[in-house]
T-cell receptor
């Protein structure tokens, strides 16, 4: 299967700081998704991206579809304790009929 | 209830036991998935059902056996598991197989094989 590399693997930040993470692949994807997984729960969809260069926000979260179509980025502004969790990227290689491939996740810890 | 519901939330089983995981979705979706989540690894797709027909044939050991009796229910039957099968098993659904707006996940079953 396709491999998606997420960076960094883990982050420890102070409350109020901004966060940046990314996801890269050796293959081109047509759709990028970002999920968040709280401890003991399943992943929840945060943002979906469908076009190269697209920038989409969801509250304090902003994600971008890389122009090479091989990467995506997620930023969180003014972090708060409830941002703690694991953030996953997922990529799909065509519009329909194909599975999503998931990254290994970025674990975020916010120190109050 | 809404969304995707998985039961049980936690399961401890011996290597000779037989158990089943259950997933139910109340979203009217036509596709359902089983994923395995192990520490430090990407989510691994195990099985996919679309309109109750299995559509993906990933290499999963035969000690895992899926069943999809209707489009709202999905089971994962387990027998003679190994300790390395301990993981979080996630069920997900989507409107149709391969839809590009992603999946809705359940909360998972934390499985420990002893």
């Amino acid at each position: 299967g396709q491999q998606l590399n997420q960076s960094p693997q883990s982050m420890f930040i102070q409350e109020g700081e901004d966060v940046s993470m990314n996801c890269t692949s050796s293959s081109i994807f047509n759709t990028w998704l970002w999920y968040k997984q709280d401890p003991g729960e399943g992943p929840v969809l945060l943002i979906a991206l469908y076009k190269a260069g697209e920038l989409t926000s969801n509250g304090r979260l902003t994600a971008q579809f890389g122009i090479t179509r091989k990467d995506s980025f997620l930023n969180i502004s003014a972090s708060i304790p409830s941002d703690v969790g694991i953030y996953f990227c997922a990529g799909q290689q065509s519009g329909t009929g194909n599975q999503f491939y998931f990254g290994t996740g970025t674990s975020l810890t916010v120190i109050p | 209830e809404t969304g995707v519901t998985q039961t049980p939330r936690h399961l401890v089983m011996g290597m000779t036991n037989k158990k089943s995981l259950k997933c139910e979705q109340h979203l009217g979706h036509n596709a359902m998935y089983w994923y395995k989540q192990s520490a430090k690894k990407p989510l691994e797709l195990m099985f996919v059902y679309s309109l109750e027909e299995r559509v993906e044939n990933n290499s999963v050991p035969s000690r895992f056996s899926p069943e999809c009796p209707n489009s709202s229910h999905l089971f994962l039957h387990l027998h003679t598991l190994q300790p390395e099968d301990s993981a979080l098993y996630l069920c997900a659904s989507s409107q149709e197989f391969g839809a590009n707006y992603g999946y809705t996940f359940g909360s998972g079953t934390r499985l420990t094989v002893v």
